[in-house]
């Protein structure tokens, strides 16, 4: 059984670029949430996505958005990216439909902006 | 959610108890308390949650105090694949939706185990 899976594993995006990242939620889940790891601090929550459409957002600004597939993965987009942006982004997945909702980590994508 | 605090680091030797203090003063009845550690390089790996009654799964215990104000997570017999960062996260239950699923971590107790 896999887990979430993310790709890429690592990214170098110059100031200024947009950028992609995606995750492929554990099988059998539907929900997909987003974090942003800073180095030396816990995961910030970004925005977490359910039936296709973003059902809370954290305390991001809108260059940050996303997108859920009808197999649930999804898509991080960040736009016009600063040096701030570098982190580890997180995905993590649950099963929010049968009242399961731990939620299940993926491996992350090391982002540096430069 | 409510705000926890947590030791910034501790250190325990292996194949010794590992007891991670959680302070949560604030939690409200219907909030669960949750433990997680993340590995360095890897993403969060849940561990535990609780309500209110002491809780025991494979990894570790959870020990709430009868306030609910304070929490523990104890590792039995800690080995060096345990050094991680423990995060303990309180939020509401897990199975309300929407709003409810999303984790707040702090900044965890970075737990180092040694020989």
């Known amino acids: 059984d896999a887990g979430v899976t993310q790709s890429p594993t690592h990214l170098i995006k110059t100031r200024g670029q947009q950028v992609t990242l995606r995750c492929s939620p554990k099988s059998g889940h539907d929900t997909v949430s987003w974090y942003q790891q800073a180095l030396g601090q816990g995961p910030q929550f970004i925005f977490q996505?359910?039936?296709?459409?973003?059902?809370q957002r954290g305390n991001f600004p809108d260059r940050f958005s996303g997108h859920q597939f009808p197999n649930y993965s999804s898509e991080l987009n960040v736009n016009a990216l600063l040096l701030g942006d570098s982190a580890l982004y997180l995905c993590a997945s649950s099963l929010e439909g049968r009242g399961n909702y731990e939620q299940y980590f993926g491996p992350g994508t090391r982002l540096t902006v430069t | 959610d409510a705000k926890t605090t947590q030791p910034p680091s501790m250190d325990c030797a292996e194949g010794r108890a590992a007891n991670l203090p959680c302070n949560h003063s604030t939690i409200s009845g219907n909030e669960y308390v949750y433990w997680y550690r993340q590995i360095h390089s890897q993403g969060p790996q849940y561990i535990i949650h609780g309500l209110k009654n002491n809780e025991t799964n494979e990894m570790a215990s959870l020990i709430i105090t009868e306030d609910r104000k304070s929490s523990t997570l104890i590792l039995p017999h800690a080995t060096l694949r345990d050094t991680a960062v423990y995060y303990c996260?309180?939020?509401?239950?897990?199975?309300?939706?929407?709003?409810?699923?999303?984790?707040?971590f702090g900044t965890g107790t970075r737990l180092q185990v040694t020989l």
């Open positions: 996260i309180v939020r509401l239950s897990p199975y309300s939706t929407g709003t409810a699923s999303k984790l707040t």
């Open positions: 996505y359910y039936e296709e459409e973003e059902r």
